[in-house]
């Protein structure tokens, strides 16, 4: 958060989330890197640009990037399976939304978030969002090269598998803007998590019985494709660590 300055929300909804331990639901699950403010000059001066009067989030892909694009792109080293940004518009009426990503089926998370965030605040359904066209909150993007790079293309460059920038309303409040990313956050990662795994296998009809008993690689590929999710490292080591205290016997899609 805090690649521009002038946009406060990102920043205060990630210290809000450490500070009141948002994280605890998911610490079992996730490994955590967080940026909290990578502009804090345009932080603490209201401003958009870098002390450099450069807007950071245009320029990962120059050749000699600022020190602060140095050091976001240093952390791509390792790999991620889900990028958050957080962002606001000054002139947007409600909240919206990039992503890209790896995996066609994830777009479903776009369409999750907007809907737990319009209990917090309009949802932009407006045809053209910040000169791209859009649909339900989501911006519409092709796969045409760009001369520039946000941090964004720049993560997806780099193997991650989701990239998520959001977008809140600047003319909402502070607390409104501060919740609706928090909410748009736990829903992300909701949607990865080990818990609404076990909810979505106990609600479709799954009978779960306790053993000792470890899993096998077919098994749980079977499991995933029979639920329709994805399968990757998120869902093996959620399903793995279910699939380690149970057996799931008679497996049916009722």
């Given at each position: 958060a805090g690649i521009h300055g002038d946009e406060p929300s990102g920043v205060e909804a990630i210290c809000s989330f450490l500070?009141?331990?948002?994280?605890?639901?998911?610490?079992?699950?996730?490994?955590?890197t967080f940026l909290p403010c990578l502009n804090p000059y345009g932080y603490e001066h209201g401003l958009r640009e870098n002390h450099e009067g450069k807007d950071l989030n245009r320029l990962f892909k120059h050749e000699s990037p600022p020190t602060e694009v140095?050091?976001?792109?240093?952390?791509?080293?390792?790999?991620y399976d889900l990028t958050i940004e957080l962002h606001e518009d000054f002139m947007t009426p409600g909240y919206y939304l990039y992503q890209k990503g790896t995996h066609a089926e994830d777009d479903l998370l776009g369409k999750k978030i907007l809907q737990a965030v319009k209990n917090i605040m309009p949802i932009?359904?407006?045809?053209?969002?910040?000169?791209?066209?859009?649909?339900?909150?989501?911006i519409v993007q092709g796969n045409e090269p760009m001369d520039w790079w946000p941090m964004a293309l720049y993560s997806l460059s780099k193997g991650t598998r989701r990239c998520l920038t959001l977008e809140t309303a600047t003319k909402l409040s502070m607390d409104a803007r501060i919740e609706a990313h928090l909410v748009a956050i736990?829903?992300?990662?909701?949607?990865?998590?080990?818990?609404?795994?076990?909810?979505?296998?106990?609600?479709?009809?799954f009978r779960i019985l306790k053993i000792e008993h470890c899993w096998e690689y077919h098994s749980m590929q079977y499991l995933c494709h029979a639920l329709c999710l994805y399968y990757n490292n998120i869902v093996c080591r959620s399903i793995k660590k279910i699939i380690e205290r149970t057996i799931f016997r008679n497996l049916m899609i009722p």
């Open positions: 500070e009141n331990n948002r994280f605890d639901n998911f610490s079992d699950e996730w490994e955590w140095r050091f976001a792109k240093s952390i791509f080293d390792s790999s932009n359904l407006n045809g053209e969002i910040d000169g791209c066209s859009a649909q339900g909150g989501i736990d829903t992300a990662l909701n949607y990865f998590s080990r818990k609404t795994i076990c909810k979505l296998l106990e609600s479709t009809g």
